[in-house]
């Protein structure tokens, strides 16, 4: 097989890129930020200067930064473009437009997938970072209905509070973990019709087992969508025999 290089392209075979907010905590395995967590190589840009609180108050201050990461990815050749926050819903119409590969910047782009395959009493029930803060506009960047959705925040919940909203630099797993459990419960027990559960915060998908072991029922979050995605991306040759 003859192999020629790409124009401008210094290394290979890295098919997703993955945006990351100008942001300070651990990243452990399960989260978008870890690339432990992939089965596949991924390439990260940082998006200098665009932060988690411009996000939530909906500042575009920021776009023309992320268009040039994202193209910069582009150019570095990745097959699609990610990012590390639902909340970049934002964006998603402007940088899908700006770049010629596919863009799925949130994890919130599952939720018509999800109400589809439930029945239409059903309800999607989402698990955010700050649910005060998701609302309509978010959703109608990414074609979701709020109608079909429930949603659960965890901005109440205090060491997520100070990991994930405030920063502080540090992450109690354990502590994470039982508190995101809870919210699922809690998600559940007040809303029956939920039959599915979709975590938008990147940081949440290390606790997903745990959750789903708790309710019962299926767990979306982002890398239910970027496993997905990559498995578009990067075909694989069937083996075996009849």
């Known amino acids: 097989m003859l192999y020629k290089a790409n124009k401008n392209q210094m290394n ?15 990243f452990i395995p399960g989260d978008v930020g870890n690339a432990s967590t992939f089965d ?11 932060n988690f609180k411009q996000l939530l108050e909906k500042d575009k201050s920021g776009l023309e930064v992320i268009i040039k990461a994202a193209k910069e990815l582009e150019r ?17 119409k402007e940088i899908a437009e700006a770049v010629d590969i596919p863009v799925f910047l949130s994890s919130l782009l599952q939720i018509p997938f999800i109400s589809s ?13 700050e649910s005060s803060k998701l609302d309509d506009d978010f959703l109608k960047a990414v ?17 997520f509070r100070k990991t994930v909203i405030e ?5 109690d797993s354990e502590q994470m973990e039982k508190e995101a459990v809870e919210a699922a419960e809690e998600l559940v027990r ?53």
């Open 143 to 159: 074609n979701a209905d709020p109608d079909d959705i429930v949603l659960k925040g965890m901005e109440d919940k205090e060491s």
């Open 76 to 92: 570095d050749g990745v097959r699609a473009i990610t990012a590390d926050c639902g909340f970049f819903a934002l964006f998603q």
């Open 40 to 50: 596949y190589p991924v390439r990260y840009k940082l998006v200098k200067g665009v």
């Open 190 to 242: 007040e809303n029956p019709e939920v039959k599915a559960v979709l975590l938008e915060c990147s940081m949440l998908p290390p606790y997903a087992k745990a959750i789903q072991d708790k309710v019962k029922l299926p767990v979306f979050d982002f890398i239910t969508m970027i496993d997905y995605v990559f498995s578009a991306l990067v075909k694989k040759k069937y083996d075996g025999f009849m």
């Open 12 to 26: 290979y075979g890295e098919a997703v890129g993955i945006l990351l907010l100008d942001y300070a905590a651990p």
């Open 167 to 171: 920063e502080c630099g540090e992450l």
């Open 117 to 129: 395959i439930l029945d239409k009493n059903s309800k999607v029930g989402v698990i955010s970072a």
